[in-house]
């Protein structure tokens, strides 16, 4: 028998993870009453779980196995690294080859001048360090009054004190007394949902405007930055109309305050570009990177920040009292420089820009001839369907918010594809090297999945949408 094989059997396993591990984002109680599924193994597109099913990940893990599982040439590096130096710091005026080589390749692939990268252990702890960053920035040049940083409702940053508090979940600021003082929210570009009788185009303005409003009121001379993902990605891939980046732009050049452009799902090819940023053609002052930096093979997030901020930093802001104790791991450094040799080597990105993004889009959208889908978008390799009742309407269910969506996941597993709900969205991620017949495959289980949860629906008497 394999040596990974050879686990105990799966009721075991959930027994002792319901007796000592707690999860993430759940509902403990519920979760150990029903029990875990437990992952064993990965190749590919697939994983294996303790029962020997297969499942094609739709996901890419959590948006970030963007080279796909099982790359034997990743777990080389990483034993390479951590025979010959596992740990060093990057504190006492100490470097190493692994961080060195790590930063160049991503000052090179960055967009415009971000050339500087301050390492974190996840996208999380990046946008704390960012949150710092701007601010001291600020009061490096006599503008300690700079301080409130511009988010969006339904913003996903992170799950740190910091990093949540730049996000706009309602239902984290809910817990453990957030948000941090000092951070203002507008409201997100999400048309589909919140455009009413406007267009597209005009409701992106409209938004984007909200920034400019926002500014006006609090004084230019209080707003240190804003902050955005290109396309929201936890929030239930919203992609912006075309309006909306453009004006967001302009309203940056505009007031003397930074962009801070949270590429930890968009980047590292997920919308057909290296960065979002190219996608949609924004211009950062700093940009949040993690997940798909590593693939996911090891924890790793960062900080690419632009020569003025450089600039300031090395003529003005001192010491800078910040910094993690993984900041630039060796093995993390390594493993992600590897990712990244591989993603340019075998032209993952192009592929998903020129081949299997528009291979996927075209299947994609087709599933929005189905009854229960009123509209499936996608950008590069993210895709989310609007599940409704009504399909001319753009009305959500009349059932609560999410129980639609958590049918249709249940579904979805049970054929062997794994697609998450965001409410009654359905979202995919999948790995970036996912094939045309892997594609193929995704596509007709969620099109199965979907006849099966109208079918369900309509037993239930659940296809009704709200008054
Ligand atoms: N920024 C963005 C845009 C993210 O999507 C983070 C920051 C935080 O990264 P870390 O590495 O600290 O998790 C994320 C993370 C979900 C889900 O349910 C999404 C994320 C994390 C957990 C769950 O879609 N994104």
């Not at 437990?38 to 893990?61: C, E, F, P, W």
């Not at 203002?184 to 009413?196: A, D, F, K, T």
């Not at 999948?430 to 099966?452: C, F, G, M, N, Y």
């Amino acid at each position: 028998m394999n040596l990974v094989d050879n686990h105990l059997p799966t009721q075991e396993l959930q027994a002792l993870d319901a007796a000592h591990h707690m999860h993430p984002f759940s509902d403990t109680g519920q979760l150990n009453t029903k029990g875990v599924r437990v992952i064993t193994k990965a190749q590919g597109v697939y994983l294996t779980d303790s029962d020997g099913n297969r499942l094609l990940d739709g996901m890419a893990g959590l948006w970030c196995v963007n080279i796909g599982y099982g790359r034997r040439e990743l777990g080389e590096v990483a034993a390479r690294q951590m025979t010959q130096l596992p740990y060093y710091n990057t504190f006492f005026q100490t470097s190493h080859p692994p961080v060195i080589e790590l930063s160049r390749q991503l000052a090179k692939l960055a967009p415009g001048d971000l050339n500087r990268v301050f390492f974190a252990g996840s996208g999380s702890e990046a946008n704390d360090t960012n949150i710092r960053f701007v601010r001291h920035y600020w009061a490096s040049q006599d503008k300690p009054e700079k301080t409130v940083i511009i988010a969006r409702k339904n913003g996903y940053h992170g799950s740190t004190i910091g990093a949540a508090s730049l996000g706009g979940m309602s239902a984290m600021h809910a817990q453990g007394g957030l948000p941090i003082a000092d951070i203002e929210y507008i409201n997100q570009p999400y048309w589909y949902r919140e455009g009413g009788e406007l267009s597209p185009e005009e409701f992106g303005l409209l938004r984007a405007r909200e920034l400019e409003e926002t500014i006006e009121r609090l004084g230019e001379n209080k707003v240190a930055a804003f902050i955005a993902e290109p396309v929201q990605g936890a929030g239930g891939v919203i992609i912006p109309p075309d309006t909306y980046w453009p004006e967001i732009q302009r309203i940056c050049d505009k007031y003397e305050i930074l962009l801070i452009v949270d590429e930890v799902i968009c980047g590292f090819g997920r919308t057909g570009n290296w960065f979002g940023s190219e996608t949609f053609n924004i211009k950062p002052d700093i940009i949040t990177i993690a997940k798909g930096m590593s693939s996911g093979y090891q924890p790793i997030g960062g900080s690419i920040i632009s020569e003025k901020i450089a600039k300031i930093f090395e003529d003005k802001a001192g010491e800078f009292n910040h910094g993690y104790t993984y900041s630039g791991h060796p093995v993390a450094c390594a493993v992600a420089s590897e990712n990244l040799r591989i993603l340019e080597e075998e032209n993952i990105v192009d592929r998903v820009a020129d081949d299997t993004g528009p291979y996927l889009r075209e299947k994609w959208q087709s599933l929005s001839d189905h009854p229960l889908v009123g509209e499936a978008r996608i950008c590069g390799m993210m895709g989310a369907l609007e599940l409704v009742a009504d399909k001319s309407g753009r009305k959500p269910f009349a059932s609560e918010e999410g129980t639609v969506g958590f049918i249709c996941r249940e579904h979805s597993f049970a054929n062997g594809l794994i697609m998450r709900h965001v409410g009654d969205k359905m979202i995919i991620s999948p790995p970036l090297v996912i094939s045309r017949s892997e594609i193929d495959e995704l596509v007709e289980l969620a099109h199965k999945t979907l006849d099966q949860t109208l079918e369900e629906l309509n037993k239930q008497g659940l296809m009704q949408a709200a008054k």
